[in-house]
């Protein structure tokens, strides 16, 4: 799951609530100006990984806007608009029918009513329904493929039911016909791939296929027997013909057209030279079905009298493949190539995975038996995608290896790749070329400035899923390569006394240059289920309110993942883990109720969920910067509050530091903070919460008594300790500071050689160690406002006071800067992505 994002702001509509999610936009719920209620699917630049990308969605979406509205199978588009200010453009739909009450739509406890959702409550649909179904959405594929366009993605989540009719829905993945970018969703998408009309076809006869059988797409061909008799089993055998002609595996063996398609749903004459096509296929499918129930009824027979006899030279399991020749794997062990017998064995579970370099990896799971010998006939989809564990070319001749995570090019990018990629832009060059090599094995590898590489990234990604070679969840990331220039040996790994260093090692060269690799990766996802006692929590993933516990989410990007549990009476709970592909992540709560600060001994949460570690008998420090969604509540608490810029890369970080506040914005949320608790019972009257002092920031990251009577007296005094001890560099993941992750991604021009930390912006304020008092990121993340001005300020000389600063941040880099005894001065209205602020709660007398 993308990170949530704040609700968007549409022209003359008020949006309610998200109500659907896909991998290219959000789809929620809205009312007009007039009252009526209705969807609204918002696309986001940034899901996109090139402009361009994003732009050709657009133009298509403006072009189908109104041929939507010319057909009942198509759900229509009521308008479209776009915000380049949040970054996203929207289209407004009618809303779709509610799964339970149809058009008595509550919008508090609405769900809509999809094929996907009702396929799932109802597990197999009747013949003569999926009939009446697939009937109108072919035509309302006939209507789109009439205007030159492709829907790429029919599925049943796709598939809505307006007044009780079926419409073809999610238009945000129409394109242009011919357009081969690939989309979609696997076992839906055609073998040849997405991009005409018979792509589309397919898809269609496997959304059937799934709704009458309620088995899996990618246990098609096997279609059950049928128990009805005369019209229903008529029904039924029409329909499990139509799905086999519409799913043939090529494309010139389906329907020449959806509308063909539709004709055969609704039992009306086909053209004349399609008849005896279809007619052979009726009599094979039904001859198919009579063998099947033969052998069924034979196999029965035979097991119940026990008089299978089966010679032990006979193997107990075969494998066929389309074509032969497949490398069959048990683990990582090579078992042969197909066609292959086996003798595995006997009662042990095993699962084959079958590999032909060009074809999609197929895998057979089997216990195998003396007693039932099997044999598996598959026939293997072509692909021209990386493919786990082979090695793998992409449109520029770049030869990739399989590695950890995907596949790495075998070489460092060369010049004469990076050269396409600067004449199919026209972007201007700076940079050197590096010789490796001697004689047939020389090659010239391109070292270039940071910003160069992401876009050589960028271009290469599009190119290459425009080309069919990578699909919308494949991505390229660039690996930096480090080397020692030396023509006589060749290009060669870097030694470890320079290992860590940034590439380069001419004084003409930039920082931020570098010799690279390139990556593939594919994004992966799995699930995650919340719970918590009691049930009924509020669940928040960063602003965005997901539902109540217990709460399952289907579909969420693999990585790191964190979601807050919110309710009256008990401390915010963050739940954090993450999840594996394919595999589900279960995060559990017992929500305390809220208590009371006692000063002396660590106040797990207050009002905002802030933790809080004693610094003196009547002093308390928070053991974390301050929050986003913490000043966020103060924000919401009046409407003449600025709202923080930019946190990060994308803007948003619920549980990142609030930065870009200036002093006086920090002591206002500190007075508005002191209110707040007063006025819950959570801290008594004379408890103030107010920003630390430079003394207290210094016993907090754990400095000797300081020489000097100010900050600017004392910066600097003491020498060689840092907020994590005393070494340097500092060890991995003790901070986040500017490692060369962050170089790659935030274009910085200085990290530290060698350093590595998971965040290459801001990180969750809680995602470090502790220091010995259990106070948090103290040396990175955010650096942070102190109470105490850096020097005496002038009289009467507001503008020119100094605030202080202490601690490092994600950008900082030099050794005197993350000093523990560093200060910085800073004017005190300063506003910048890198600093924050935490809070002290003091009792006075």
């Known amino acids: 799951m993308s990170p949530a994002r704040p609700a968007p702001e549409v022209r003359d509509h008020e949006t309610l609530r998200l109500i659907g999610r896909g991998a290219y936009g959000e789809v929620w719920m809205a009312r007009s100006v007039t009252g009526v209620l209705r969807a609204v699917k918002v696309v986001w630049r940034e899901d996109y990984d090139h402009a361009d990308s994003f732009e050709r969605e657009f133009e298509a979406i403006k072009r189908y806007e109104p041929i939507s509205r010319r057909h009942p199978g198509l759900v229509p588009i009521l308008q479209v608009g776009r915000s380049d200010a949040q970054g996203f453009y929207y289209y407004v739909m009618e809303l779709a029918d509610d799964l339970e009450k149809g058009r008595d739509i509550d919008a508090d406890t609405y769900k809509p009513h999809t094929l996907g959702l009702e396929m799932r409550r109802s597990k197999q649909l009747k013949a003569d329904r999926c009939l009446a179904i697939g009937s109108n959405v072919a035509e309302g594929l006939q209507h789109l493929h009439d205007n030159k366009l492709i829907h790429r993605d029919v599925k049943p989540s796709n598939l809505i039911f307006i007044d009780g009719h079926c419409r073809l829905a999610d238009i945000g993945l129409v394109a242009l016909l011919g357009q081969r970018s690939f989309v979609g969703t696997e076992g839906f998408v055609a073998p040849e791939g997405p991009g005409s009309p018979a792509s589309d076809i397919f898809s269609l006869g ?54 063909e398609m539709a004709l055969d749903m609704r039992g009306q004459p086909l053209p004349s030279s399609r008849k005896a096509m279809w007619q052979w296929a009726a009599a094979a499918v039904i001859t198919l079905s009579l063998a099947v129930g033969f052998g069924m009824w034979i196999a029965q027979r035979n097991s119940a009298m026990n008089v299978v006899s089966v010679q032990k030279s006979t193997p107990m399991l075969t494998i066929k493949t389309t074509p032969a020749g497949a490398h069959v794997y048990a683990g990582e062990d090579d078992l042969g190539i197909t066609p292959l017998m086996l003798n595995p064995e006997e009662g042990v579970p095993i699962i084959y995975q079958l590999r032909l370099p060009g074809h999609k990896h197929q895998e057979i799971e089997h216990t195998a038996s003396r007693s039932k010998p099997a044999e598996y006939d598959l026939t293997l989809e072509v692909t021209r995608l990386p493919q786990q564990g082979e090695k793998w070319v992409n449109s520029l001749g770049m030869v990739f290896k399989p590695a950890p995570g995907g596949h790495i090019t075998v070489q460092p990018v060369e010049i004469k790749h990076f050269k396409r990629f600067l004449e199919a832009t026209g972007r201007s060059f700076e940079g050197r070329v590096v010789r490796a090599g001697t004689g047939k094995d020389t090659a010239y590898y391109v070292v270039a400035p940071v910003g160069d590489s992401e876009a050589f990234r960028f271009w290469l990604t599009d190119r290459d899923r425009e080309a069919g070679l990578l699909s919308q969840e494949h991505h390229y990331e660039v690996e930096p390569f480090y080397y020692v220039d030396t023509p006589a040996a060749g290009a060669e790994d870097m030694p470890d006394d320079r290992e860590g260093e940034p590439t380069g090692t001419s004084g003409a060269e930039g920082a931020d240059w570098q010799a690279f690799h390139m990556r593939v990766e594919r994004q992966t996802y799995g699930s995650v289920t919340l719970r918590s006692t009691p049930e009924k929590v509020r669940v928040f993933q960063h602003e965005e309110f997901l539902g109540y516990t217990p709460l399952e989410l289907p579909r969420v990007r693999s990585g790191l993942v964190e979601y807050e549990l919110r309710e009256e009476g008990f401390s915010d709970v963050v739940l954090e883990g993450e999840v ?99 006025n819950a019972g959570l801290i008594d009257p004379k408890d103030v919460y107010r920003l630390p002092t430079d003394d207290e920031w210094s016993r907090a990251v754990g400095l000797p008594l300081e020489r000097g009577t100010k900050p600017s007296e004392r910066d600097g005094r003491i020498r060689g300790i840092y907020p994590w001890g005393f070494d340097w560099p500092p060890p991995p993941n003790v901070e986040n500071l500017a490692d060369a992750n962050g170089a790659r991604k935030a274009n910085l021009e200085s990290f530290i050689p060698g350093y590595e930390d998971r965040f290459p912006f801001l990180g969750p304020v809680g995602a470090f160690q502790p220091n010995d008092r259990g106070i948090i990121a103290l040396g990175g993340n955010a650096s942070e406002w102190v109470d105490t001005d850096f020097d005496s300020a002038k009289p009467n000389d507001t503008k020119s006071t100094l605030g202080t600063v202490r601690g490092g941040n994600w950008r900082t880099s030099n050794p005197d800067e993350l000093l523990s005894s560093r200060r910085t001065p800073v004017p005190s209205d300063t506003k910048r992505p890198t600093i924050g602020f935490r809070v002290v709660l003091e009792r006075r007398k």
Request: charged share 30%.
């Open 580 to 678: 594996r592909p394919g595999e589900q992540l279960e995060l559990f709560s017992d929500m305390q109720t809220r208590q009371a600060v006692t000063f002396g001994r660590a106040w797990e949460a207050n009002g905002l969920g802030m933790r809080f570690v004693p610094l003196t008998d009547t002093t308390m420090i928070a053991a974390t910067e301050t929050r986003r969604r913490d000043y966020m509540e103060y924000v919401r608490s009046a409407s003449n509050i600025r709202r923080p810029g930019n946190l990060d890369s994308e803007g948003k970080g619920n549980t990142q530091p609030v930065v870009s506040v200036d002093r006086e914005e920090a002591r206002a949320f500190c007075a508005w903070l002191t209110e707040r608790e007063r």
């Open 206 to 259: 496997m959304v059937l296929y799934e709704a009458s059988t309620g088995k899996d797409r990618l246990d098609f061909p096997d279609i059950p027997s049928c128990s009805d008799s005369g019209d229903k089993l008529d029904s039924w055998q029409r329909l499990h013909r139509i799905i086999c002609t519409a799913c043939a595996p090529k494309a010139k063996d389906r329907y020449t057209s959806a509308r």
